[in-house]
């Protein structure tokens, strides 16, 4: 069974430049979430869907972050400007439901210059 | 508000020893328990969790856990450690109602010397 796919895995942009990242989850699972990883501490939740449906994006900083999950399967998750501070590994991760263990890709690592 | 507390930010054990990695956690309602392993330049592994029932719960790759609720802890262990074991491991917890986001500490690094 393939895993949860994310790409690009590494990216270096400019500050104020926007980038995305994309996520494939695995197949069947109806759940899928979005992360935000610093150095040296655990993942923090920034967007939960099911299905198409964004049910938790309290954590999300709706004023430079947007994601979406058209057909309730892959997902994207844009940052429109990049700051500084927005360097990290994001992470997505997907469940068959919001009950049961989550699957996570290998992340994305930002660079922000 | 939900958090997750793991003291050591590393823990060295002997290739063959015991290893205990702890967690203490706290929320309001009843306690998801999760504990993920990240590898280097690679995702999060789930391990095991905890929903309901038997206290100790058994995971992957040898490890087991003991849910204790009156001090609130999830401590992840192994009998005998192995070198592969060497990596970083997270705590996370959710609860049944509500939000349900998991709230992860801040990780543990595992080294394992030969």
């Known amino acids: 069974e393939a895993g949860v796919v994310q790409s690009p895995r590494y990216k270096i942009i400019e500050k104020k430049q926007p980038v995305a990242f994309w996520c494939n989850p695995i197949?069947?699972?109806?759940?899928l979430y979005w992360y935000l990883q610093n150095l040296g501490q655990g993942p923090e939740l920034l967007i939960r869907y099911e299905n198409e449906e964004a049910v938790d994006d309290s954590q999300l900083p709706k004023d430079r972050f947007s994601a979406e999950r058209l057909k309730g399967v892959d997902s994207t998750l844009k940052i429109q400007p990049a700051e500084l501070g927005d360097s990290a590994v994001y992470l997505c991760?997907?469940?068959?439901?919001?009950?049961?263990?989550?699957?996570f890709g290998p992340g994305t690592r930002l660079t922000v210059l | 508000a939900q958090s997750v507390a793991q003291p050591e930010d590393q823990v060295n054990v002997a290739e063959g020893n015991p290893l205990t990695v702890k967690c203490t956690y706290s929320?309001?309602?009843?306690?998801?328990l999760f504990w993920y392993v990240q590898y280097p330049n690679r995702g999060l592994q789930f391990l095991l969790k905890?929903?309901?029932?038997?206290?100790l719960v058994k995971g992957s790759y040898g490890f087991e856990a003991e849910f204790n609720k009156s001090q609130t802890s999830f401590h992840l262990k192994k009998p005998s450690a192995l070198v592969s074991d060497s990596a970083l491991y997270f705590c996370a917890v959710r609860v049944d109602t509500g939000r349900r986001a998991l709230t992860f500490g801040s990780g543990t690094r595992l080294q394992v010397q030969p």
């Open positions: 991760a997907s469940s068959t439901t919001s009950v049961n263990e989550q699957f």
């Open positions: 197949s069947g699972h109806n759940t």
């Open positions: 905890y929903i309901t029932g038997d206290n």
């Open positions: 929320v309001s309602g009843n306690p998801y």
